[in-house]
């Protein structure tokens, strides 16, 4: 986050409480923005119009937002995470030029996937027409915000980023309650909810323009670009799908189990499932803003400080000096903040019964709400450390963890099922868990060979040792290395 980034590191210093909490809040939105412009906004259209509309209108209005986010989620991530990596490849290589031409491509790409993903839905649930018109425009919408939200880490307008998510929140709010009240139904208090959408991707897309004006000279050029990358960082791509469909796979699994129920207008869901499992999902939020932050100021000056001795001839104590600075910071921010996240995972295990009979939802889920919480603890560190992995460029570690992730959020989620109610959220809680160890030990080994990575593992200048002779691979190893000490 080139330019979000150092704005925020110039906000966690000024040593005030206000620019300490300015720059938290504006980290909540880099990290998690459509995840709390929809919990909001959802959240205060239900309190406003459940008594005029019904549960039943409010409970098809909800599950057409959640399917978007969904489909849309899994289906742009791959293009999202490519994009992203040309942004930061364009910035390092002083290309800004490229960057409006990259956002038109990832918008033509993220359009092509999402509405092949909304059709296919639509085909096989066969929602009304009304539905399945507000579904696809969903979808398509929200989907264009994942690509540009990635894209405005360059920009150094975080206000601008903040009050393009503040002033769609409000619209959203206000026309879907006036709909509401009006009586337009579940797909018009919907179409209130997209026009605040509208709003949130015109503003973030209007950042990323202004920030970056120049001229798109061939609007296919981004296209062609990331297309042709996809056979370079095609481990990216589908490590991202995966990770996009690990937050989802638990969902999708207890809707179509006997446990989902099926609305009039053909979705499923798992009412007893989802709405506790979405509230535990919350707690994760602080801990996420808080890494974001820390990612972006302390740690990434201690990464390029470790890059810099390397690439000023530093002495090799020097360098492991630096090497060991950025390991111990990182590792010890980590484990604060997973300290953070466990203190709030522990004021929702002691007030499950209370969240839960204050929302009016059953009190079977207060143990779905606390395994809940318990495995956001450790979905977070798993989240943090693929973070660091993708800083290091291991994207062969990067994409294995995704799929270990992936097969046991599936496995262990199945095995809750058959077990009995007594066990739902279990199964999260255990691959979190499972998943959580493994990724810290890849990060500390990371940080541990980060010596050997830069020079030798990841060292893009190193032949593969299937295409050179092992004795010619160690004879040009060691003439790199003299070089460098040169």
């Known amino acids: 986050m080139a330019g979000i980034g150092f704005q925020l590191r110039k906000l966690s210093r000024e040593d005030t409480l206000s620019s300490m909490v300015a720059a938290a809040g504006h980290a909540a939105v880099i990290a998690a923005g459509p995840w709390l412009f929809t919990i909001l906004s959802l959240a205060a259209i239900t309190l406003t119009t459940e008594r005029v509309v019904g549960l039943d209108t409010l409970a098809t209005f909800r599950i057409v ?74 979808s398509l919408l929200v989907g264009l915000i994942w690509v540009v939200l990635s894209f405005c880490g360059a920009v150094r307008d975080y206000r601008g980023v903040t009050l393009a998510f503040l002033f769609g929140l409000v619209v959203s709010m206000m026309a879907s309650v006036s709909a509401a009240i009006i009586g337009f139904g579940a797909t018009g208090i919907t179409l209130g909810f997209l026009s605040g959408l509208c709003v949130t991707l015109f503003g973030l897309t209007w950042r990323v323009l202004t920030t970056f004006p120049q001229p798109v000279m061939e609007p296919l050029a981004g296209l062609r670009e990331i297309i042709g990358c996809l056979d370079s960082y095609w481990r990216l791509a589908l490590g991202a799908l995966l990770g996009a469909l690990t937050v989802w796979i638990d969902k999708w699994i207890f809707w179509f189990s006997p446990e989902g129920e099926r609305l009039s207008v053909g979705l499923y869901h798992a009412p007893l499932y989802d709405s506790a499992m979405f509230i535990a999902s919350l707690g994760i939020i602080p801990a996420l803003s808080a890494f974001v932050l820390r990612l972006e100021t302390d740690f990434f000056e201690r990464y390029q400080q470790y890059y810099a001795t390397i690439s000023s001839h530093g002495t090799y104590a020097q360098i492991e000096g630096a090497r060991e600075r950025m390991h111990l910071y990182t590792l010890d921010n980590l484990t604060l903040i997973s300290v953070l996240q466990i203190g709030i995972c522990a004021v929702m295990l002691l007030t499950a019964p209370l969240i839960i009979e204050s929302l009016g939802l059953q009190f079977r889920q207060i143990s779905i709400l606390r395994y809940g919480s318990l495995g956001a603890v450790f979905q977070f560190i798993f989240i943090a450390c693929s973070a660091i992995l993708l800083f290091f460029d291991r994207r062969r570690m990067f994409l294995r963890l995704q799929m270990m992730m992936l097969g046991l959020m599936s496995a262990f989620t199945l095995l809750s099922l058959r077990l009995g109610s007594e066990f739902y959220g279990v199964g999260y809680f255990v691959a979190c868990l499972i998943g959580g160890f493994v990724a810290y030990q890849l990060a500390d080994r990371t940080f541990a060979n980060l010596n050997f990575l830069t020079f030798i593992g990841n060292n893009p200048s190193i032949e593969p040792a299937s295409t050179v002779a092992p004795e010619d691979r160690r004879a040009g190893l060691f003439e790199k290395l003299a070089r460098w000490r040169a």
Not at 97 to 126: D, K, M, N, W, Y
């Open 65 to 138: 937002i959640i399917y978007a986010f969904a489909a849309s989620l899994v289906l742009t991530a791959p293009v999202t995470m490519v994009a992203t990596r040309l942004v930061a490849d364009a910035l390092w290589l002083k290309k800004p030029e490229a960057i409006p031409s990259l956002l038109l491509g990832a918008f033509a790409l993220a359009i092509g996937s999402v509405g092949i993903g909304a059709t296919l839905l639509i085909g096989v649930f066969q929602p009304p027409p009304g539905t399945a018109i507000v579904l696809a425009a969903a």
